[in-house]
């Protein structure tokens, strides 16, 4: 499968923060990438250092064959970027910006095309400033592909959308991605990474942690659970079973994680039984990629 990013080894660091420790991941062509992790967790720097905007302390980086420390002016034109806020005069008008970042390019634009694609023909009178969160983000996404890029990086393209807006984002992704872009994005929204994303590396205070689909990392990296509901069970009760990790408690409403579901199953429906008391709602539940974040997060307190 080719490969437009190779990463081996790469380290940032800014003072005595280490904002990234030896990262090493690959990019196919024709994929939705993620970079997923918790803010601070160094997928903003990663993705800035893939883009040329900052060059790593060490390492090898390569973009579509080329080297974004030293070779950033032919990259430019064969990569898109969205980012997390972009600087646009409030009074501009949405064609007229369409318009500007057209004339950056000398290849053909697919302005039209995106205007129909993205829904902003009854927009483009409008200010940038009067724009609602979701149409801003329309039009910085039509400003970022323009010029048809092979790789387009999307640095956290749904922060602050309603969740309506944010699945609307997520089609239009796919859309770029099935027109031919490969696309790399940063998100700490794990829904958004489950549901968009072929692939993801996940991403921990600088570290990397996994990089697989989101399915494959669940089921070889997600501690499973029991959920169920109990007005008369407590959760000490519960932490006294064989194989029990931990239990989370909200209100009536139990979370078991174990090493072995079935087992737990078994303790906790004998001890109802003896003691009397009533369960309700029992399922075997999937471990989320949220619930894989704090298993991490659980562990590196642990050491």
């Known amino acids: 499968m080719e490969q437009v990013i190779s990463v081996e080894h790469m380290t940032k660091s800014y003072g005595s923060v280490q904002a990234l420790k030896g990262v090493s991941f690959q990019v ?13 967790a160094g997928k903003t720097t990663t993705l800035e250092i893939l883009e040329g905007i900052q060059k790593a302390d060490s390492g090898e980086v390569d ?20 980012f997390q806020a972009t600087s646009i005069q409030k009074k ?10 057209s004339s950056f390019y ?13 829904g902003l023909g009854e927009k483009l009178n409008s200010h940038f400033a009067d724009l609602s969160g979701g149409w801003k983000q329309r039009v910085t996404l039509a400003l970022a ?15 602050g959308l309603d969740p309506h807006a944010r699945r609307e984002m997520w089609s239009m992704i796919r859309l770029l991605r099935d027109q031919g872009s490969t696309i790399v994005l940063t998100t700490h929204y794990m829904e958004e990474a489950e549901k968009l994303c072929d692939r993801v590396a996940m991403i921990y205070s600088g570290e990397l942690k996994a990089v697989d689909t989101p399915k494959e990392l669940l089921n070889n990296n997600a501690a499973h659970y029991l959920l169920f509901e109990s007005e008369q069970l407590h959760k000490e009760d519960l932490m006294m079973f064989p194989d029990v990790i931990r239990v989370e408690q909200e209100q009536h409403s139990f979370k078991v994680f174990s090493d072995d579901l079935q087992k737990t199953a078994y303790y906790i429906f004998s001890f109802c039984h003896e003691e009397e008391l009533t369960i309700s709602n029992f399922q075997f539940e999937k471990g989320s990629l949220d619930d894989l974040f704090v298993q991490y997060l659980k562990k590196e307190h642990a050491e």
Do not use: C
């Open 28 to 40: 196919h062509k024709g994929e939705i990438f993620g970079i997923i992790g918790p803010n601070g």
């Open 63 to 82: 973009v579509l064959g080329l080297k974004p420390s030293s070779q950033l002016k032919q990259l430019n034109h064969r990569i898109g970027v969205q």
């Open 92 to 101: 501009m008008k949405v064609k007229e910006a369409l318009d500007l970042f």
């Open 106 to 118: 000398h290849g053909a634009s697919q302005k039209e095309e995106l205007i129909k694609i993205l």
């Open 145 to 159: 592909t323009l010029h048809k890029p092979e790789l387009l990086f999307l640095d956290e393209p749904s922060m």
